[in-house]
């Protein structure tokens, strides 16, 4: 009875485990990408900034758009966002043509274009042994053999069981308005976002530093 009991125990802190982990995980961001145009030289400093993110999915372009503004406006740039002039209808979803967008950037006086679009997305099966989540140096079952395998042989037989990873494969890109001129564009890698919320955000965040690292001052 006391080994089932423990046997229990040991199955149950495994997965209070598994879960803190799952859900302590946000959405890791891996730069895969980046380039800068260095034929390219401001005129003048930029002040004002036309944010998109090019996805069909209303909910996922309004995050996306409203950190992309809260990161411009906390270095100092005036904001327009593309939600705020092309709301999706119930015909379309998508971005409005080129010609349509970029007469209407041009109309809010914005010098720099700031894109944001999903390249490709994908998931990932794999098998996770049994056991695996809590291995480690474990004092409490004593310097012998006898209690050693009475704590680990339950896990012996685990079958393990499968997650699915997701990855999503983002670009962002810099423009400037006037010439159309592409200024700066970046690539990433992202697994398994917990929410749009903490995706968007980390996302951006992410995206804002690489551009600082990049451009600097220019």
């Given at each position: 009875?006391?080994?089932?009991?423990?046997n229990?125990?040991?199955?149950?802190?495994?997965?209070?485990?598994?879960?803190?982990?799952?859900?302590?995980?946000?959405?890791?961001?891996?730069?895969?990408?980046?380039?800068?145009?260095?034929?390219?030289?401001?005129?003048?400093?930029?002040?004002?900034?036309?944010?998109?993110?090019?996805?069909?999915?209303?909910?996922?372009?309004?995050?996306?758009?409203?950190?992309m503004?809260?990161?411009?406006?906390?270095?100092?740039?005036?904001?327009?966002?593309?939600?705020?002039?092309?709301?999706?209808?119930?015909?379309?979803?998508?971005?409005?043509?080129?010609?349509?967008?970029?007469?209407?950037?041009?109309?809010?006086?914005?010098?720099?274009?700031?894109?944001?679009?999903l390249?490709?997305?994908?998931?990932?099966?794999?098998?996770?042994?049994?056991?695996?989540?809590?291995?480690g140096?474990?004092?409490?079952?004593?310097?012998?053999?006898?209690?050693?395998y009475?704590?680990?042989?339950?896990?012996?037989?685990?079958?393990?069981?499968?997650?699915?990873?997701?990855?999503?494969?983002?670009?962002?890109?810099?423009?400037?308005?006037?010439?159309?001129?592409?200024?700066?564009?970046?690539?990433?890698?992202?697994?398994?976002?917990?929410?749009?919320?903490?995706?968007?955000?980390?996302?951006?965040?992410?995206?804002?530093?690489?551009?600082?690292?990049?451009?600097?001052?220019?």
């Amino acid at each position: 009875m006391l080994h089932t009991q423990q046997n229990r125990m040991q199955h149950f802190f495994k997965a209070i485990v598994i879960v803190f982990f799952l859900a302590g995980c946000g959405a890791q961001h891996n730069i895969t990408y980046s380039w800068s145009n260095k034929d390219f030289h401001l005129s003048a400093p930029y002040k004002k900034i036309f944010v998109a993110a090019l996805v069909a999915n209303p909910h996922v372009r309004t995050h996306l758009e409203e950190e992309m503004g809260f990161a411009a406006q906390k270095k100092g740039f005036a904001v327009e966002r593309s939600w705020d002039h092309f709301p999706p209808t119930f015909e379309s979803r998508n971005p409005p043509p080129r010609e349509q967008m970029i007469e209407k950037i041009k109309s809010l006086q914005c010098e720099i274009i700031f894109t944001i679009n999903l390249v490709d997305k994908r998931s990932e099966t794999r098998y996770i042994p049994g056991g695996m989540g809590l291995y480690g140096p474990y004092p409490g079952y004593g310097l012998f053999f006898g209690g050693f395998y009475s704590y680990w042989s339950p896990f012996f037989y685990d079958p393990g069981y499968y997650v699915t990873d997701r990855y999503y494969f983002m670009e962002g890109n810099l423009f400037d308005t006037k010439t159309e001129t592409l200024i700066w564009s970046v690539q990433t890698k992202s697994i398994n976002p917990s929410s749009i919320e903490d995706f968007s955000k980390s996302l951006i965040e992410t995206l804002m530093q690489k551009a600082i690292d990049d451009l600097g001052q220019r």
